[in-house]
């Protein structure tokens, strides 16, 4: 595996769009006033445009099924962007297929005290320059702090008033024969951290949703942590085993394992690996301790967890005790950012117009 020189994932980090936002109001207002300060990302096109836009139609129709309200978001996107609705179609299906690389290494951990502690790492191309950390507090609805990598409306990874955590994991699959309409990978985590109080009743949306990407993702809150693992027409979870999951970009569960085809997963199964042996090998102190222990898991360059690869660059890492509510954020590769605390979202939105 070939390790550009740091220097010009270095100056990709330097280029990058890193930015916080704090957004209030209806769904509306809060892509409107995305599209009047963030560029729109591209999404390529693959088939005819009529395809493309009937396709993207039905699964807006999908997304609205599980919340109703976050298309809005979309539309508001459009009109402070002085686009078109139909202009903004495509960030609901991203007009499959779409073969990017990526990779994300997520820990849920319960701690000896009975905490529970997050560590994650999302890693994508380095050319990504939009890296957005967002608190959203849309009226009626709980308010979150989390990622955004321009795609509208989107979350990768963040935490909700009511506790609940949402990460997401690309998984390197083979094709799926025929997709239906369903709901994309990007809009998933907002989805759950938006209408779900928690990660028992977000694990059970997960399984009922129709996927239209092969994805991992893992939900936890202070009382439990599921993965799950979802594939167009098939999603299964997978409970922790010895209190705790890791979780990067291949099927655990043998049902799921066969649409992986012969894909060489070493990289992997190695990260995972040496992410469990330091947990058993961790005499776990308290609470002060293990957030120290997992910013240091999430530098690590060995396996590596942080990750300095053009197709794979961490571009933010976080940190989180779902007990007492903590929340952390290196925006920029662990290694060489600090994490920034920030303040836990409020559960209850209805106030914020
Ligand atoms: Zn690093």
Known sequence: MGQPSPSEDLRQE????????????DHYAIGYE??????????????EQHDELAFARSCVEQVSRFHPALPEELWGYAAGQGLSR???LSHFSLNLPEGTLG???????????????IAR?????????????RHVAP???PASLGTQAGLIGSCYDGVSGHGLFVALHLIHARMAEAVPPGVPYHLIPRILLETCKSAREAAARLCEMPHLFPFNYMVADSADMYAVEAYPGRVRPRAPEDGHLVVTNYYAHPDMRPMQGRRKLTGQQARVGWIEQRIAGDRGGGAAEAWSWAQQLLRDHSVPVCRHSATQATLWSMVADLS??????????????????????????????
């Open 121 to 133: 790492n999302y890693d994508f191309l380095h050319s990504q320059r939009q890296r957005y950390l």
């Open 86 to 88: 139909e202009e903004v």
């Open 324 to 353: 007492t509510r903590r929340v952390a954020y290196s925006l920029g590769a662990p290694c060489r950012n600090a994490f920034v605390e920030y303040e836990w979202p409020e559960s209850d939105g209805s106030d914020n117009r």
């Open 34 to 47: 995305m599209g009047r300060r963030a560029p729109m990302r591209v999404v390529r096109s693959w088939r």
């Open 139 to 141: 009226c009626g609805y």
């Open 103 to 117: 990779g994300c290494t997520t820990l849920a951990r319960r701690l000896p005290d009975g905490h529970v502690l």
């Open 14 to 25: 330097l280029d990058a769009d890193y930015r916080v936002f704090d957004l209030r109001g």
